[in-house]
């Protein structure tokens, strides 16, 4: 017999046989459950059902546990070795010699798909990650963002689901304005040999620096003379003291440019007015506006793509913001809108209530937000008349809700307000289904020791570093290790070896923690972190080499050490944490389980023989049971889009 969820076999015959044992008793229970033990000597699965009939029938909760025990049939019984009553518990032993059997075939016959259960309900999916604004190039935090966006469509694509990866190109607003504008001040041109993303972040964070200064002394002066204003006016010198040590660490990266920019703000008498006529020209679709926006950011999404492929994401759809402009949708969205009860004008700009919405139609418990939580108004259009991100967004979910069932929004925490208020447009649009077809998948910043990240201030680390910085790394601990490999041999393993230790380090945090990146950490090869799991994986790879032989005859009963059960368990449990991973949207879920398979993996190896087992039945059972990490580990893997290697 070959299953894709051993795992869910030996539970169904548990709940069968609980069933039985229950008889005309199972109609007081409104649902059976079973739960894993934590410790072996209990048995695999257990059943506190016991406690819930007992309260029925007014006994002890252990004399109606061996009442069940001894009611129960196990004749019939696959995989159930035995079941027992312990303190009022029905606990489930594996008979692991057949248990055995049956994982470690399937985990061989179906190799590359095991584990990988399909929905009975398939679903049409977009997973909109990453779509970082292109005023610069894609730094470690963002990388979070597209790393966990692209472990999600590979473990749902893998569920079953018809899954689509869609960038949104943010080209509208006020960030590529000031790009837009910066570089139509500056006189000097982009040196060889400098990236794309990387010139234009430099413009922008040049650009918005000095605009900030501008604007901190014209505040301070205003206030300069105010009786009352000594507070704010000191804590405007505090802002203006720290923007100017940004413009000298930015005058320092490129004088020239710098000079450019300064000198071209103070010839314009209205630096702010300059930007609004870029926006409002752009959303109108001004040609000589157009041409000079596309240019920055179609050069910004170039060096994207480029570095997004080294670390192994693609996109099916790149969707640009201003389509959505200039074809109308974001004006109808507006208008239909501005038709509803919600709708009203505040000194020239357009808001929507949020709040009356939420009350009119409860819509709190839905939202997933508290009752004393208030949501701010939403404004869909400024006075004079550009839009806003969120009103933009509208537009854009509406057509993503068209092409497909449900549409998972990966975006920080920050924007949660913002996704709401999203919602709640779409809802008194008539997509009332909104609420729970429109995901918004939220996640915590990435810390690196000592730095605060800012992109407007031009201080980030750039994800091209990381990977560099982790390649340069990993070379440097495969040449200590493994001396005797020809030199392209180690810089083909450091490649995939520093790229799959970033991924794993942003994936393997649940997304409601922070990521604190260490490098220690980072490239950690004694526990958790990628570089750990592949090595234990080709390790696994190396021992079946080694082996040179297909197993034949496996004595599964053999496998009775603590470690070799354990693995057992571990590769049948594979099934059930993918399902719960893809349920609950965890790629940490998926990284933790490996790293445990790899952890335990280890001391099995340093613990038993396996080529040099005492007989070739023993030999046999045990190379299957390595071939079965290798296939767990490597599925694993694949999900969080990490190299399964053969070497290391």
């Known amino acids: 017999m070959i299953s894709q969820n051993p795992f869910s076999v030996f539970k169904t015959e548990c709940l069968q046989l609980l069933q039985g044992a229950l008889g005309d008793m199972a109609q007081l229970v409104e649902q059976l459950r079973l739960d894993e033990t934590r410790r072996p000597e209990f048995g695999e699965l257990y059943s506190s059902v016991s406690f819930d009939l007992a309260r029925r029938l007014q006994k002890e909760p252990a004399r109606v546990a061996d009442g069940i025990v001894k009611n129960m049939d196990l004749s019939t019984a696959a995989y159930v070795?035995?079941?027992?009553?312990?303190?009022?518990?029905?606990?489930?032993?594996?008979?692991?010699?057949?248990?055995?059997?049956?994982?470690?075939?399937?985990?061989?016959?179906?190799?590359?798909?095991?584990?990988?259960?399909?929905?009975e309900s398939p679903l049409r999916?977009?997973?909109?990650?990453?779509?970082?604004?292109?005023?610069?190039?894609?730094?470690?935090?963002?990388?979070?963002?597209?790393?966990?966006?692209?472990c999600l469509a590979r473990m749902l694509r893998a569920r079953g689901h018809d899954v689509?990866?869609?960038?949104?190109?943010?080209?509208?607003?006020?960030?590529?304005?000031?790009?837009?504008?910066?570089?139509?001040?500056?006189?000097?041109?982009?040196?060889?040999?400098v990236r794309a993303d990387e010139w234009i972040g430099l413009v922008y964070a040049i650009t918005s620096t000095l605009l900030g200064i501008r604007e901190l002394k014209s505040q301070i002066e205003s206030l300069r003379d105010k009786p009352g204003a000594e507070l704010k006016l000191s804590k405007l010198r505090d802002d203006l003291y720290s923007y100017a040590a940004t413009a000298s660490e930015l005058q320092s990266r490129n004088g020239e440019l710098f000079q450019s920019i300064l000198e071209g703000i103070e010839r314009d008498e209205d630096p702010e007015s300059s930007i609004l006529r870029i926006i409002r020209g752009y959303e109108k679709g001004c040609e000589e506006t157009k041409e000079a926006v596309r240019r920055i950011v179609d050069d910004c999404v170039g060096a994207f793509k480029q570095t997004l492929d080294r670390i192994g994401i693609r996109f099916d759809s790149w969707d640009w913001e201003s389509s959505f402009v200039w074809d109308g949708s974001v004006r109808d969205a507006v208008e239909r809108l501005r038709g509803t009860p919600y709708a009203s004008e505040e000194e020239g700009a357009l808001v929507l209530d949020s709040r009356a919405v939420i009350e009119d139609h409860s819509l709190k418990e839905g939202l997933g937000i508290g009752e004393r939580y208030e949501i701010p108004k939403l404004t869909l259009t400024r006075a004079d008349g550009t839009t806003l991100y969120t009103t933009r967004d509208v537009a854009y979910t509406i057509w993503k809700l068209e092409r497909a069932d449900k549409a998972i929004n990966v975006i920080g925490f920050d924007q949660s307000i913002a996704q709401i208020q999203l919602k709640l447009a779409l809802y008194i649009l008539g997509y009332e289904d909104a609420l729970d077809r429109v995901v918004h998948y939220a996640y915590e910043l990435v810390k690196l020791p000592g730095m605060k990240m800012a992109r407007r201030r031009g201080r980030y680390v750039t994800l091209d570093h990381v990977m560099d910085q982790a390649i340069m790394l990993a070379y440097e601990a495969v040449s200590e290790k493994s001396p005797h490999l020809s030199e392209d041999e180690r810089r083909r393993i450091a490649d995939f070896v520093g790229v799959g230790a970033v991924r794993y380090a942003l994936a393997s945090v649940d997304p409601v923690?922070?990521?604190?990146?260490?490098?220690?950490?980072?490239l950690d090869l004694e526990q958790n972190s990628a570089p750990f799991i592949q090595y234990a994986h080709a390790r696994a790879v190396n021992i079946m080499r080694r082996g040179g032989v297909e197993p034949r005859n496996p004595d599964f009963s053999s496998l009775d050490h603590r470690l070799e059960r354990k693995l057992v368990w571990l590769v049948a449990r594979f099934p059930k944490v993918f399902i719960q991973a893809c349920e609950e949207l965890r790629p940490s879920l998926i990284a933790d389980y490996a790293n445990t398979v790899?952890?335990?993996?280890?001391?099995?190896?340093?613990?038993?023989?396996?080529?040099?087992?005492?007989?070739?039945?023993?030999?046999d059972a045990r190379l299957m049971l390595v071939n079965s990490v290798r296939v767990t580990l490597q599925n694993a893997l694949r999900l969080l889009g990490i190299k399964a290697p053969e070497r290391m």
């Open 81 to 119: 070795e035995e079941a027992k009553s312990v303190a009022g518990y029905v606990n489930f032993h594996l008979n692991y010699p057949a248990f055995s059997a049956l994982t470690l075939r399937s985990a061989a016959e179906l190799d590359g798909s095991y584990g990988y259960v399909r929905t």
């Open 125 to 150: 999916i977009i997973v909109e990650h990453t779509s970082a604004n292109p005023s610069g190039p894609i730094h470690v935090g963002t990388a979070r963002n597209a790393v966990l966006g692209d």
């Open 164 to 193: 689509k990866t869609h960038f949104y190109i943010n080209d509208v607003g006020r960030q590529v304005a000031i790009v837009a504008y910066g570089s139509s001040l500056s006189r000097v041109r982009r040196p060889r040999g």
């Open 513 to 522: 923690k922070t990521v604190e990146f260490a490098w220690d950490r980072v």
């Open 598 to 619: 790899a952890e335990t993996f280890n001391s099995y190896y340093a613990s038993v023989p396996v080529l040099k087992a005492k007989s070739e039945g023993v030999r």
